[in-house]
């Protein structure tokens, strides 16, 4: 990521002083405008800009995030349909169903909890 960056750097720079006209300005006055422009951190944000959009792009359609969409879904429907059911136990008065359903929906929660980040 290193090399990536400081290629990107490099293109910022470039850009920078490709903005700035050569008949008007020397070497060493683009030098000091780059330099005052690394000092206050204007081409670092630039360059995290443009990484941060490139990774964007390449995470946007990745299998981890369709994995984790399907994840969220599957634990959600659990839920709505655990819920359901304990709903249900509770009117007909069936407590060891309660208690068995309100024990899955636990584990669902931790396994939803666990594997949500990955």
């Known amino acids: 990521m290193s090399d990536l960056r400081d290629i990107v750097t490099r293109h910022v720079e470039d850009q920078l ?4 006209p ?3 300005f020397s070497d060493e006055q683009l030098s000091k405008i780059l330099d005052n422009k690394r000092a206050d951190g204007s081409i670092n944000r630039e360059v995290n800009r443009i990484l941060d ?3 964007e792009e390449i995470e946007e ?3 981890k995030k369709k994995r984790r969409r399907i994840l969220n879904f599957s634990f959600s429907a659990a839920g709505l349909i655990l819920t359901t059911i304990i709903g249900y136990a509770v009117n007909m008065t069936n407590w060891s169903m309660v208690i068995g359903m309100i024990i899955a929906m636990l ?3 931790a396994l939803f909890l666990f594997f ?3």
């Open 53 to 55: 959009t490139f990774l």
């Open 22 to 24: 050569v008949k008007e």
């Open 61 to 63: 359609n990745s299998s």
């Open 116 to 118: 949500a980040d990955q």
């Open 107 to 109: 584990i669902v929660n």
């Open 17 to 20: 002083r490709s903005e700035f």
